[in-house]
């Protein structure tokens, strides 16, 4: 631990607007473990200024800087950068403290941006007595939170109206197959949200939340969107469900009010109405209903039990119910199947619904005391008890009741009567007649009300199926609002924010309660729910395919961050889950699986079109770098082949917002291709330069996001540019994935610069080749550096650079930062590189083999839509009378090549004598660079270089002289083929080092670039072949 000093100083005293925050552990009495006592020297000593606002603490028995782990430094409930919350920064250990104004401060975090000051007297606020606080939000366990929610919502009309029907169309044992294959799919699912919900704090927003935190917002955002709306249908499905119920009843005493589909409508809509004021009274309220609900459900199915051991009457004999009897159990063992749906997959589609529901918990999971611990075993107790109740009635009715009876008192006859068939004739009764006709009105296959006709009383299992589909449609009405409010919160579509305000200690989303409302009381009236309601399963079985893909994804992707506490799952039962739960979808109705599928595809593509500013560290993320890392350790096992060579670029652009077509030139021909890194040297002292490199890398990033190109940016330190280049070229890029290009922007100031600037920048030129780089000088006639602009208007931060066309290094004001946000939204400079070229030229002067890098680039460029109606023209050098025979070889090797350049023009006069006012300018752009030592001899002209080894010798001049005028000549070629050209790519000369100075080279490129219009690109290879014309 980094330990103080403690100066013999007078107690300090707290004065002034602000005082430095301390944390010291308190518990509940006010005196944590490492607080110091009283009189201690923690309390003498001069405090210390950090950038957490961290006060020296007595630790294991002396002071220092250090804090002991807490809950609070890594809880980010009350915001990130709470300062009285935060450890001491790493400079805050390790920097040198220096005194002033009585603190102890740091020296690296005397310039910190994230120093934090909290006001005096803001901890005495927080703990005044006589302040109120705010009421605590009422929060469920999860036996009242999770497991009778999801039990109600599982039990529905299904249970009492369509399970013994079941039991008799596919007999005890395929039922109980039926049952166990649905409580598979949702117990995978229930272990899979167990490890999804324990594997980090759970907040409101249910499934929603729990996918999107997982697989990030693209699929986590359509199902939350299609989820919650699934949930508001579904208030509609039960509450008409119920409805159908009552109207039921009326018919029975001829009692409507209306007529019978009217009456559904007003009998539902007086129904989701009460709901919803249950739901607005707070969510106490509503736990209260549902617990009434439960425990009219576990009367009914109580009275139901009972009633399968009251020996049964002879009204009951008649309707097919004769108590436990072994040769009935053993008759409706086996199936009978019957009528178009007697089928294993047509009665599973129909029993599959009445398993779901296990999130009814989950959504709700803003609500629950602890939703790590409440979400898995209130989850698991539903789906346990819920089956075991299933299984108990399928047995039970089915060892109970006949498949076949007339209802009728006058079908009993003497038990071994001639003539009559079927089990019931051991029992007394003749339903011979009406099993043969298939007009038995009763019997568990006919009946749908056998649960009732069993019970003990009857009244009781009407009395349940309203709890039933009450519980379930107050649960759906519930969990859509809280869905949708934590989507609207995160703001990933347009239009539904204002849905998103939560009102009163819950944060009830009283505004999405209307919504829901609204949406159900829509459905509530069409009062025909046959069409939409294999949809709504879709989308449920849809969160539950997500909800396992999810699990199953953050295993696979090995990432660290993925520590669920609750162990009993298996990434690869996840995935059979989430592929059985599509299956299901299609075996259910296929076209409404298609409709599914089509809304959550059109809602991803959204979310990817839109690309939303959030960062939840999805498994998504890990998968990403996962699959970016097994790639690049396999492309290190590849062997190179020239077929597959490309062209990855080293930009020298400094920020990459000063020189925006130097980087719109690469991104062009790199993008979707090959690697563009974008580099930076930091020019000055590396502690004062680092703080600014760590706030430029993120603003400089989201800039090139912002532009569409493809790159990465990284910088350097360093004391001069030229070894921040030498450090980027050796260092950048991983394994395979390394630049073999330097590009960088013409010094169009070379002549005015310091000597040493002009040494570094043709040094570095020389760097390249030695490291194997080829090299891509680019000229505009306008230049490439539009930092000065930006300066005016934008970023004021950055000084002029010294070197401002080096297209390389940046310098900054001491002291001062960058603002990565301010970087990344202003005003895009727009470039010749962004806009269509037209049916201009594309002209190379391949003059010189270089491997073929010079014909590469304006081939890749040529490939894109802006420069693909442009022609691109070769010039090669040649003598007058061998024109058409050296025209032929270099088609014919261009066709070898496949780079579809047909135009090929030879340059007979590339020899020719420059004229003599060119040749003049040249003499006097190299005039005051030279030595004028008279060709003395080698050791006099080393003695005069001494100070200024740029000079040019006279020696080096007569020597260099005719390369000097080819450049002259060069220059006046280009100006008369290539006036309206879009752009020109030229092979450079070379400078020899050691026998060419800097200055003599530098006007070299001068002259050969000078007075152009288009922009000009000079292209050097490193000698190796980029093409070939092999196929192996």
Not at 390 to 415: E, H, K, M, P
Not at 507 to 527: C, K, Q
Not at 584 to 612: C, E, N, Q, R
């Amino acid at each position: 631990m980094a330990e103080l000093p403690i100066p013999d100083l007078p107690p300090a005293r707290c004065s002034g607007r602000f005082t430095i925050s301390t944390f010291l552990g308190m518990e509940e009495g006010g005196r944590g473990p490492y607080t110091p006592t009283e009189g201690s020297s923690c309390d003498s000593v001069q405090p210390t200024q950090l950038s957490s606002s961290t006060l020296c603490t007595r630790t294991f028995g002396y002071n220092t800087v250090d804090v002991v782990p807490a809950y609070e430094h890594y809880a980010n409930s009350k915001g990130v950068g709470d300062p009285r919350k935060g450890r001491p920064s790493l400079a805050d250990l390790h920097s040198i403290l220096k005194v002033t104004g009585g603190f102890a401060v740091p020296i690296a975090s005397l310039a910190s941006p994230a120093m934090l000051l909290v006001p005096a007297g803001l901890e005495e606020a927080e703990g005044e007595p006589g302040r109120d606080s705010e009421p605590e939000p009422v929060r469920f366990g999860w036996v009242k939170g999770v497991m009778i929610r999801c039990m109600l919502n599982i039990w529905g009309v299904i249970l009492y109206l369509r399970l013994p029907w079941i039991t008799a169309q596919a007999g005890i044992a395929l039922t109980w197959l039926i049952i166990l294959m649905s409580v598979t799919v949702t117990t995978i699912t229930g272990l899979s949200i167990s490890a999804i919900s324990t594997n980090g704090k759970v907040k409101s927003g249910g499934t929603y939340f729990l996918i999107s935190r997982s697989l990030g917002p693209e699929l986590g955002g359509s199902i939350g969107l299609i989820f919650a709306f699934a949930n508001a249908v579904a208030v509609a499905m039960h509450t008409v469900g119920f409805a159908e119920t009552v109207r039921d009843l009326l018919q029975e005493h001829n009692s409507l009010i209306v007529d019978p589909t009217n009456d559904i409508r007003i009998i539902g809509v007086i129904t989701v109405t009460v709901l919803l004021g249950i739901s607005l009274a707070g969510m106490e309220w509503e736990a209260k209903a549902q617990i009434l609900f439960f425990l009219v459900i576990l009367v009914s199915f109580i009275n139901y039990l009972v009633g399968t051991v009251i020996p049964a009457t002879a009204e009951k004999q008649a309707k097919g119910f004769f108590s436990y009897r072994a040769d009935i159990f053993a008759q409706n063992f086996v199936p009978n199947w019957r009528g178009p749906e007697g089928s294993f997959f047509g009665l599973f589609s129909i029993f599959f619904p009445s398993a779901t529901g296990i999130l009814a918990g989950a959504n709700i999971s803003g609500d629950l005391k602890d939703p790590a611990v409440a979400i898995p075993k209130g989850t698991l107790m539903a789906i346990f008890w819920t089956t075991m109740s299933y299984l108990v009635l399928s047995a039970t009715i089915g060892a109970c009741v006949v498949r076949d009876a007339s209802g009728s008192l006058n079908d009993s006859v003497a038990v071994g009567s001639p003539g009559c068939e079927g089990l019931a004739c051991s029992f007394g009764w003749n339903f011979t007649a009406c099993a043969q006709q298939q007009s038995c009105r009763y019997g568990l296959s006919n009946y749908y009300q056998s649960m009732s006709m069993v019970s003990g009383f009857g009244p009781l299992i009407t009395a349940g199926i309203f709890g039933a589909t009450l519980s379930s449609a107050l649960a759906c009405l519930v969990s859509a609002p809280k869905v949708f409010q934590c989507l609207c919160k995160d703001q990933l579509y347009p239009l539904i924010g204002f849905f998103g305000k939560g009102y009163g200690r819950n944060s009830e989303p009283i505004r999405g309660y209307m919504l829901t409302y609204v949406i159900a009381v829509g459905f509530i009236l069409i009062a025909e729910l046959n069409a939409i309601a294999p949809i709504i399963s879709n989308f449920f079985l849809c969160s539950y395919a997500l909800i396992n893909f999810s699990c199953f994804h953050a295993s696979i992707t090995n990432s660290p961050g993925w520590r669920p506490s609750f162990r009993y799952y298996s990434k690869w039962a996840a995935l059979f889950g989430a592929a059985v739960s599509v299956v299901i979808m299609f075996l259910l109705t296929w076209w409404a699986a298609l409709i599914a599928f089509g809304i959550v595809i059109f809602l991803l593509g959204y979310v990817l079109y839109k690309k939303p500013d959030v960062n939840w560290g999805s498994s998504m993320q890990a998968s990403s770098y996962n699959m970016a890392l097994n790639y690049s350790v396999g492309l290190s096992e590849v062997d190179e082949h020239i077929k597959n060579y490309r062209p990855q670029c080293l930009v020298l652009t400094g920020p990459p917002n000063f020189r925006p077509a130097l980087v719109d030139f690469v991104g062009t021909f790199t993008k979707n291709l090959s690697l563009m890194l974008c580099g930076n040297v930091l020019i000055g002292p590396w502690k004062q330069k680092m703080p600014e490199s760590w706030l430029m890398a993120d603003g400089h990033t989201k800039w090139l996001m912002k532009r569409k190109i493809k790159a990465f940016y990284t910088d350097v330190v360093a004391e001069d540019l030229r070894s921040g280049v030498q450090m980027l070229i050796q260092a950048a890029g991983l394994g395979k994935m390394r630049p073999n290009i330097l590009v960088l922007g013409y010094k169009r100031n070379w002549r005015t610069a310091s000597p040493q600037s002009l040494e570094d920048y043709v040094g570095i030129l020389h760097d390249a080749f030695d490291f194997k780089y080829g090299v891509c000088l680019m000229r505009m006639k306008e230049g490439l550096n539009v930092s000065r602009v930006l300066q005016a208007h934008v970023n004021p931060t950055f000084e002029a650079a010294e070197h401002p066309e080096n297209g390389t290094g940046s310098r900054t004001a001491p002291g001062t930062a960058v603002d990565p946000t301010t970087l990344a939204s202003e005003q895009q400079a727009s470039t010749i590189f962004q806009s269509k070229q037209g049916k201009k030229t594309i002209d190379i002067y391949w003059l010189f083999d270089d491997g073929g890098l010079t014909l590469l680039i304006p081939y890749l460029l040529g490939r894109k839509k802006r420069w693909g109606k442009c022609k691109i023209r070769v010039f090669v050098g040649g003598q007058i009378n061998r024109m058409d025979e050296e025209r032929k070889a270099i088609v014919s090797l261009l066709s070898k090549f496949r780079l579809g350049f047909h135009e090929v023009h030879i340059l007979p006069d590339i020899n020719q004598k420059p004229r003599p006012e060119h040749i003049k300018r040249f003499d006097e752009l190299i005039a005051p660079f030279r030595l004028n030592d008279g060709f003395k001899d080698e050791a006099t002209v080393n003695e005069m270089r001494q100070g200024c080894p740029w000079k040019i010798s006279d020696e080096e001049v007569d020597k260099n002289r005719a390369k000097s005028l080819r450049q002259v000549r060069l220059n006046e070629i280009l100006r008369d083929y290539s006036r309206d050209a879009a752009l020109i790519a030229i092979t450079p000369p070379i400078g020899r080092k050691g026998r060419c100075p800097s200055s003599l080279y530098m006007a070299w490129l001068e002259t050969l670039s000078q007075d152009l219009r288009p922009p000009i690109i000079l292209t050097r290879g490193n000698q190796e072949n980029v093409l070939t014309f092999y196929c192996q």
